[in-house]
T-cell receptor, first 113, second 115 residues
């Protein structure tokens, strides 16, 4: 199994508060991704990173920002959480450039009240 | 536009039955990759298989087999002699753009295997 951890695993927060989710990998993979999973939508890409300080937007990036200051960590921030951001968030990594297989972390369940 | 359709929302079978999960994809590209992932009740996503558009050979791995047919744009997944541990949500995904790393997921099929 790929060495990917996500923290926290569960979080409940209130509308308007900032939230940061962390993805940590021990595989030294260059490529990292954040997805959200919602019923009826499968998984959708939020942001991705091709290396330290190299990030780009995915299809549902509004309201989210990311940072990658170290190879092993990829942070997802909800600048001002809204109820529509209640979801399960998955981090993924891949060793090689696209279209290499992505391996997923255990997920973070976020509830915004 | 790229799209993945998993028309079967939920399937229920009894243990030892064979079951096929359908995946139909849309893409304009000639080079693309297809994936299947499994999400058991514990919630993690487990990679099962990757196929590229130039390799149409069917794949078998134990009780799992995959049927890739470009003529019908389908990449179906069959579990033979299903077991309770196969109960999960299964996702099919497509990637067809070398310039981004976007995986297009279907909405998933929930498989319940009853003893």
């Amino acid at each position: 199994d790929a060495g990917i951890t996500q923290s926290p695993r569960h979080k409940v927060t209130e509308t308007g508060t900032p939230v940061t989710l962390r993805c940590h990998q021990t595989e030294n993979h260059r490529y990292m991704y954040w997805y959200r999973q919602d019923p009826g939508h499968g998984l959708r890409l939020i942001h991705y990173s091709y290396g330290v300080k190299d990030t780009d937007k995915g299809e549902v990036s509004d309201g989210y920002s990311v940072s990658r200051s170290k190879t092993e960590d990829f942070l997802l921030t909800l600048e001002s959480a809204t109820s529509s951001q209640t979801s399960v968030y998955f981090c993924a990594i891949s060793e090689n450039p696209p279209p290499d297989t992505q391996y997923f972390g255990p997920g973070t369940r976020l509830t915004v009240l | 536009a790229q799209k993945v359709t998993q028309a079967q929302t939920e399937i229920s079978v009894v243990e030892k039955e064979d079951v096929t999960l359908d995946c139909v994809y849309e893409t304009r590209d000639t080079t693309y990759y297809l994936f299947w992932y499994k999400q058991p009740p514990s919630g993690e996503l487990v990679f099962l298989i990757r196929r590229n558009s130039f390799d149409e050979q069917n794949e078998i791995s134990g009780r799992y087999s995959w049927n890739f047919q470009k003529s019908t744009s389908s990449f179906n997944f069959t579990i033979t002699a299903s077991q309770v541990v196969d109960s999960a949500v299964y996702f099919c995904a497509l990637r067809d753009d070398y310039n981004t790393d976007k995986l297009i997921f279907g909405t998933g099929t929930r498989l319940q295997v009853f003893p």
